[in-house]
């Protein structure tokens, strides 16, 4: 029986035994960390032990030094300053990050983020003329503006610098056959993909991967090097830098950028951070969560913290998120966080009603067939800050890249993801001359459209992916990271497993396959609805409890003796002061 997955697994290395007796580990742990591309014992080492002391120095990032001293300059001035932001959890993390580092300093910090159905994404000329008229003696945009040409001219005309700081793509000209990238005319851009002449292609920043908050909270350090005149900052503003890989780690979860190298030592830091955060949002965020006192992971930030957050701007505005993580008192934080609490239930209930319409139309439609392999939805009325959350789904359900477009008043306003290997961005650009705007990064990108336009988009964007996506990409695949017998896996791997984490994108929860386990009695439904499975398998006399989410329908299908494969994530189950290891399983063949 095949379950239409695509197994993956790596080939054993041959390295894996002395890497493991240098680093005094198991075979399989040291066979994940080269699966992961680390091969060097002293990065292992590093990646095994995580220190801030390996994050990279602000200075290399171009741009960033010059940027630093004007904000610098500014604060002794004291000129206001406007941190333009974003309404999603990476710009008010961003937002929240360089206000505070500001105000610690002694300037004058205040926040613009603008609305999301109202302005969209990204600088707008009406937003930059209200903030030069108001008297803004700088502006600095977070997670935006890379693609905000006309703003920054504007800006510069009215005699207000701009610095712009994202980690979005750009935009590209091919005016004289060759490939360019199209900039802003800023005061300062500070993105970590370009280099010191401002094209991708002369790149050195070692960490390309930042995201919003993590490019924010470098500007905040290389701010507190420039104030001080010095490469160590000052105890105060050490201790907030601390204090900041909390903001940074939510940015970076959210966003859901690699979680390697220098992010993922962020997210470490930043999860302990979050426990012990002495910011009166925080702590109200994770009070309405119900998470206080629990050690956090990145599930607790991706899946209960970051959705609240993103649920103001998604169905209100987030100045609210903001001003909950930077001016609010604790009766006005705990205040924000309850209605941010309401908020995300509701969009609950419009993801849930629009995801079922939208894959009503998929399959009305035909995307569902192979010869489909980039899906385009659009529908009057669909709430225009849930569909993006709808698109993740919608690509979690087919497994191909799928834009989802509000239409109201002629006009469409879309929002995309995508799967590993198909850079969305760019996919928009191919289809540029259909849109209004759009932007975005490789898994993740948003539009404009007239609607109008709709079926030549649709049209253009499915030619797109047909030649971009051959048919084995369209089947979801599993990496697996090494074959197991079920008598290695037990507690001490596990937590010495746990070592690997934090987890998320590119640096996924170690799965395991286990081959040729026979199922020792019959499966037990479980769940509400009986859309799981419990079930005990057995090898060689060792036996390990396993639950299979979302895999009910195997029921009928699984007899007591059967013989099976198993992709499993191996986790830790406790019960009644008692430790056990159970299998989560994420996929099932059988032999």
Same mark, same amino acid.
């Given at each position: 029986?095949?379950?239409?997955?695509?197994?993956?697994?790596?080939?054993?290395?041959?390295?894996?035994?002395?890497?493991?007796?240098?680093?005094?580990?198991?075979?399989?742990?040291?066979?994940?960390?080269?699966?992961?591309?680390?091969?060097?014992?002293?990065?292992?080492?590093?990646?095994?032990?995580?220190?801030?002391?390996?994050?990279?120095?602000?200075?290399?990032?171009?741009?960033?030094?010059?940027?630093?001293?004007?904000?610098?300059?500014?604060?002794?001035?004291?000129?206001?300053?406007?941190?333009?932001?974003?309404?999603?959890?990476?710009?008010?993390?961003?937002?929240?990050?360089?206000?505070?580092?500001?105000?610690?300093?002694?300037?004058?910090?205040?926040?613009?983020?603008?609305?999301?159905?109202?302005?969209?994404?990204?600088?707008?000329?009406?937003?930059?003329?209200?903030?030069?008229?108001?008297?803004?003696?700088?502006?600095?945009?977070?997670?935006?503006?890379?693609?905000?040409?006309?703003?920054?001219?504007?800006?510069?005309?009215?005699?207000?610098?701009?610095?712009?700081?994202?980690?979005?793509?750009?935009?590209?000209?091919?005016?004289?056959?060759?490939?360019?990238?199209?900039?802003?005319?800023?005061?300062?851009?500070?993105?970590?993909?370009?280099?010191?002449?401002?094209?991708?292609?002369?790149?050195?920043?070692?960490?390309?991967?930042?995201?919003?908050?993590?490019?924010?909270?470098?500007?905040?350090?290389?701010?507190?090097?420039?104030?001080?005149?010095?490469?160590?900052?000052?105890?105060?503003?050490?201790?907030?830098?601390?204090?900041?890989?909390?903001?940074?780690?939510?940015?970076?979860?959210?966003?859901?950028?690699?979680?390697?190298?220098?992010?993922?030592?962020?997210?470490?830091?930043?999860?302990?951070?979050?426990?012990?955060?002495?910011?009166?949002?925080?702590?109200?965020?994770?009070?309405?969560?119900?998470?206080?006192?629990?050690?956090?992971?990145?599930?607790?930030?991706?899946?209960?913290?970051?959705?609240?957050?993103?649920?103001?701007?998604?169905?209100?505005?987030?100045?609210?998120?903001?001003?909950?993580?930077?001016?609010?008192? /604790? &009766?006005?934080? +705990?205040?924000?966080?309850?209605? %941010? =609490? #309401?908020?995300? !239930?509701?969009?609950? *209930?419009?993801?849930?009603?629009?995801?079922?319409?939208?894959?009503?139309?998929?399959?009305?439609?035909?995307?569902?067939?192979?010869?489909?392999?980039?899906?385009?939805?659009?529908?009057?009325?669909?709430?225009?800050?849930?569909?993006?959350?709808?698109?993740?789904?919608?690509?979690?359900?087919?497994?191909?890249?799928?834009?989802?477009?509000?239409?109201?008043?002629?006009?469409?306003?879309?929002?995309?993801?995508?799967?590993?290997?198909?850079?969305?961005?760019?996919?928009?650009?191919?289809?540029?001359?259909?849109?209004?705007?759009?932007?975005?990064?490789?898994? /993740? &990108?948003?539009? +404009?459209?007239?609607?109008?336009? %709709? =079926? #030549?988009?649709? !049209?253009?964007?499915? *030619?797109?992916?047909?030649?971009?996506?051959?048919?084995?990409?369209?089947?979801?695949?599993?990496?697996?990271?090494?074959?197991?017998?079920?008598?290695?896996?037990?507690?001490?791997?596990?937590?010495?497993?746990?070592?690997?984490?934090?987890?998320?994108?590119?640096?996924?929860?170690?799965?395991?396959?286990?081959?040729?386990?026979?199922?020792?009695?019959?499966?037990?439904?479980?769940?509400?609805?009986?859309?799981?499975?419990?079930?005990?398998?057995?090898?060689?006399?060792?036996?390990?409890?396993?639950?299979?989410?979302?895999?009910?329908?195997?029921?009928?299908?699984? &007899?007591?003796?059967?013989?099976?494969?198993?992709?499993? =994530?191996?986790?830790?189950?406790?019960?009644?002061?008692?430790?056990?290891?159970?299998?989560?399983?994420?996929?099932?063949?059988?032999?």
């Amino acid at each position: 029986m095949q379950t239409g997955k695509r197994w993956n697994i790596a080939l054993p290395s041959p390295a894996a035994q002395a890497l493991a007796d240098r680093l005094r580990t198991s075979p399989l742990i040291a066979q994940i960390l080269i699966n992961r591309g680390l091969v060097d014992a002293d990065e292992c080492a590093r990646f095994l032990s995580p220190s801030l002391k390996y994050l990279h120095e602000p200075s290399q990032i171009p741009g960033i030094t010059q940027a630093a001293a004007r904000i610098v300059q500014a604060i002794g001035q004291r000129q206001k300053v406007i941190i333009y932001g974003d309404y999603d959890v990476d710009g008010i993390t961003a937002t929240a990050t360089l206000w505070h580092a500001i105000r610690l300093l002694g300037g004058q910090a205040e926040y613009y983020i603008p609305h999301r159905l109202d302005e969209g994404y990204g600088l707008n000329s009406e937003a930059i003329a209200q903030i030069c008229a108001d008297g803004a003696g700088l502006i600095i945009s977070v997670d935006c503006g890379i693609t905000a040409l006309a703003e920054a001219d504007l800006a510069r005309e009215r005699g207000v610098d701009l610095i712009i700081t994202d980690h979005h793509e750009w935009r590209w000209s091919n005016a004289d056959g060759l490939a360019r990238p199209v900039l802003p005319r800023a005061h300062t851009i500070v993105h970590p993909r370009l280099g010191p002449d401002g094209t991708p292609a002369t790149c050195t920043y070692p960490n390309p991967n930042l995201c919003g908050s993590g490019v924010a909270f470098k500007l905040a350090w290389a701010i507190g090097q420039a104030h001080g005149n010095a490469l160590r900052v000052s105890d105060s503003f050490r201790s907030f830098l601390i204090e900041a890989t909390a903001l940074a780690a939510l940015g970076t979860v959210a966003d859901v950028v690699p979680l390697t190298g220098e992010n993922r030592m962020l997210v470490h830091f930043g999860l302990g951070g979050l426990k012990e955060s002495r910011l009166l949002g925080i702590r109200a965020l994770i009070e309405s969560a119900g998470l206080t006192g629990r050690k956090l992971d990145s599930y607790h930030v991706g899946f209960l913290l970051a959705p609240r957050l993103n649920a103001c701007g998604r169905m209100g505005h987030a100045r609210e998120a903001v001003e909950m993580l930077t001016t609010a008192d /604790a &009766a006005r934080a +705990r205040e924000i966080a309850t209605y %941010l =609490e #309401q908020q995300n !239930r509701q969009r609950q *209930e419009l993801e849930k009603q629009i995801f079922e319409q939208a894959t009503r139309q998929v399959i009305e439609l035909g995307m569902d067939k192979d010869d489909w392999r980039g899906i385009v939805l659009a529908a009057e009325g669909w709430h225009a800050g849930v569909i993006g959350i709808v698109a993740s789904r919608i690509v979690g359900r087919f497994n191909k890249p799928t834009i989802m477009v509000s239409l109201s008043n002629g006009h469409g306003h879309g929002s995309g993801r995508s799967i590993p290997g198909f850079h969305l961005a760019r996919a928009l650009s191919a289809c540029g001359e259909h849109l209004e705007t759009h932007g975005g990064h490789e898994m /993740a &990108a948003g539009l +404009r459209l007239q609607s109008g336009k %709709l =079926e #030549q988009f649709r !049209r253009a964007f499915r *030619e797109y992916a047909a030649g971009e996506l051959p048919p084995e990409m369209l089947t979801p695949e599993l990496r697996i990271d090494a074959v197991a017998a079920l008598r290695q896996i037990n507690v001490p791997l596990v937590l010495d497993l746990a070592r690997l984490g934090p987890f998320g994108t590119a640096n996924p929860r170690p799965l395991i396959a286990c081959m040729n386990v026979e199922l020792a009695a019959a499966p037990r439904r479980v769940g509400r609805s009986g859309d799981h499975l419990q079930f005990v398998v057995r090898q060689d006399g060792t036996s390990i409890k396993c639950i299979a989410f979302n895999h009910g329908h195997l029921f009928e299908r699984l &007899a007591p003796g059967a013989r099976l494969n198993l992709a499993a =994530e191996p986790t830790i189950n406790e019960y009644n002061d008692r430790r056990d290891v159970q299998l989560e399983v994420k996929d099932v063949q059988l032999v």
